[in-house]
């Protein structure tokens, strides 16, 4: 019985053989899905009837991240991710300031994610936030999982979270305010908070909903509302929720093709490169492109937690659920929000969602996850 | 006991978690399945309203021809003027209002206004500006100077123009904008919202036809409603042609002779309608004063139509069959019938007229000359009216002689059309009063006097007729006792040219009368030309007819525009026999009807309308039937 690697994290093997644990369902399910978002971009993108200029320049555009996203996780995974532990407390002022930074000087279109031009591009830093979020949180509770039975950790926990929080909430960006919300739920549980004061802290935020609801700007209780009756104003705020309905639907089985769909290029979704692109995608590829992706999906969560259930220490398994959680939270609300089982808010879908900013945080986190895999017990002889 | 190093894994948990996905999963695809399988169909459709749109394609409207061909109706391209909004940059909208207005005739201010609720509404929608056909110059004018006319846009559009508008618009009549009702009712046929449609005469009767097939246009817009492409296209189908009875020779013949009389002054009003009595067959029809037609094909000022709404006269009512009159003597025909037909006279009852006059319980009664003895032919002939009061109902002049009575009266007169509408093929025709003792209790609630009967034996009183109701009466009786429904279709043909419709004459009654006494009369009404109250000099028709002469308004005084308030109407029907003067043959028949309250009013003259008559079938029979 050999001491536990784990006791001394800083005392990292040669690189060279770590490459053996890589994970080769994560990595290939992600190559996979930025494949299916580059075919994605380039089938609500590629319109020569409305739009003029090269019809590629998305789908080019979208290869570019994508190799830099590609770049980025090969980066993160060569360094042991228990540096970013070390630094966490660092990771957690760039977070705050981030977010800071983008209600300062960020732009903001139509209530969408907001955004920091630099040098003619433009960031998403929120996006970013959320993964560094993930680590901090992660640290934080690996640090203090022998108490975690205490609503003083809980409580703690919430404090760090709460800021961060309340920034991006401010932008105004409920959609993301509430991922860092399921974030926090999801690496509390998989730390193993007691279930009763999860489901206390939940029934707490649930009775304070007509707090919240006097808080939401009016466009937002606006989505609110369209979510519940779109019909009440079908040319207003029920214009995007039925739009997207009648793009979903219209794909039927197998879909009308790539670029066939007529909902999206004609202008009747809106932000169909993004925000509503599951109902484009839903509409070209039809159910059964629907299905892949969601089997696509399922493939990546079982190998983020499997990652997560092998890695060395608790604090690489919290980064692992973290992201995992991450990930199906925002599946949910973005799919359910073209299919109107979720109000509208401006979350991307990951990897399929059109933008450099959310693919590059998405593969830093599978990174960070494949540099946990790496990093974990060598498998049996 | 050592603690196992991998106790922070807690494997329930995980499985929590997978649980958690295979719900969302789960729940997401159930919902997909609903949406994309179960449903597909459904929203398959929804996208496919939202994309293509459907845009009518107006048809051009059929045309109206003489019964040679000759055209009444056709269309010409006119241009409409609309605005995109989106294409005009919002500081130059003023003066781009500012210059359309002057250019077609509008207030700026609503030039403004139409641009910029459009702007609002949807800028990428055009606007029409003009609101009638605007004429080539002006089109080609804004077309040419693009740069002054931001966001213009010029498209063809055709106007319905009438070959002398004024002689054929009581027939023809015109079209208009659709009302709300009408298109409400109508909208399931094709009619549009903004649609024309026939508004009276042959443009609204033969509106089915005239119409034509709107084709289609589908197109694919996007959400902003703008036209991406043509996907398919269904050609309109050209409106059919309409071929009326009517000859445009003898029309203008008519319509020369009537006009004149007005402008000379020596009436007011005058109606003139042509029928050839063997089927209904309408060969003119003229109205005067009329309106111009085109001037509701280009759009009718509010002051145009104030002014037609102001005349006294009723331009827009087309009095051959829309108004009533007093038949006068030309009644006589119908006192005459009954009499001879209930056999109270044949044509040797005698009466002699020993005196100009005679009274019935202190109430003179007038013939205008005391004519001695006379026969029914000669009666007829002088137009007696103390004759005709002894058929009626009896006189001293005859003490042998029983009157026929109102009630058969009453009866052979409604079986020769009076006091019902014809069934002509044009909306507004008035009935007319053939009254009898049960209509006066009925509707005046008083009992009939003899006095009655005498005044309706020589068509005053409270008979009333309209100017095709006489002509039809005559007609029966010149053709040997039919009474056809007047028309005016002769047949439909489409575009191609061939007959879409012809139908056939339609008989409203066989007349229940001997053609032995149908003949007397078309004797009588011969000798009133030869030796009567019609006398023509050096005649070269065997022209058959009756005149009438019926007072009205005031004795005394003139109205306010100058004219006489004493009137009166002077008839003379007539119709032409080929051989031997009395046969059932006559292939027309006119009447011909004035409305003398002329300033010139002279009370002596001669009945203008024989005159008339004789120039105008002169000149149509001998002239050559081109």
Redesign the interface.
Known sequence: MTLPRAATPLHDRPAASHWTQLDPMLLIVTVLLVGYGLVMTYSTTAETRTFTGDPMQFVLRGALWAAVGFLVMAGVALFDYAWLGTFAPVLYAITLGLLFVVLQIGTSSLGAQRSVNIAGLSFQFSEVAKILMIVVLAKYFADHRDRIGSPLVIGFGLVLLAPAVFLVYRQPDLGTSLVFIAIFFGIAFLAGARVWQLTALAAIAGAALPLVWSLLKDYQRGRLGAFLDPYADPQGAGWNIIQSLIAVGSGGPTGKGLTAGTQSPLGYLPIAESDFVFAGLAEDLGFAGAVILFALYIVLLVAALRVAFRARDPFGLLIGGGVATMLLFQILVNVGMAISLMPVTGIPLPFISHGGSSLVSICFALGVLQSVSMRREPDGP | MRQD?RA????R??I???I??LV??T???A???D???V??????D???Q??ILRLPVTAERGGIVDRNGYVLARNVPGFAVSVIPVDLPRPREQELALRLASLLNFPSDAVADQIRTQRVRNPYEPVRISTAPVPREIAIGISERAELFPGVRVDPESIRLYADGTLYAPLIGYTGPITQDEFEKLKDAGYLADDDIGRTGIESVYEQYLRGTYGWREI?????QRE??TLALQQPGVGDTVVLTIDDRLQKLLDAELRLGVEEDRFTQAVGVAMNPQNGDILAMVSIPGYDNNMFARGITSKEIAALNADDRHPLVNKAIGDIYPAGSTFKMVTGLSALSEGTATRDTQVNVTAMSFSVSGTPFFDWRAHGPLTFVTGFAHSSDIYFYTLAAGTPFAPNVRGVGPEAIAKYGKMLGFGAPTGIDLPGEAAGIMPSPEWKLENKNEPWTIGNTYQEAIGQGFVAVTPMQLLNAYASVANGGTLWQPHLLKQVIDSQGTVVAKPAPQMIRKLDMTQENLRLLRESARRVVTIGHAYMPNAKLPIAGKTGTAEFGAATGKDGAGRNKLGFHNWFVSFLPQADNTDPTAQIAMVIFTYDSSKSLCENCFNPAVGMTQRILEAYVLGGNK
């Open positions: 190093p922070f894994v807690r494997p948990r995980f929590a978690f997978g958690a996905m969302v999963f729940a997401l695809t919902r997909l399945y949406l994309e399988i449903h597909g169909d459904y929203y398959r929804l996208a496919e939202n994309r694919e817009r996007d959400a902003a991406i492409k």
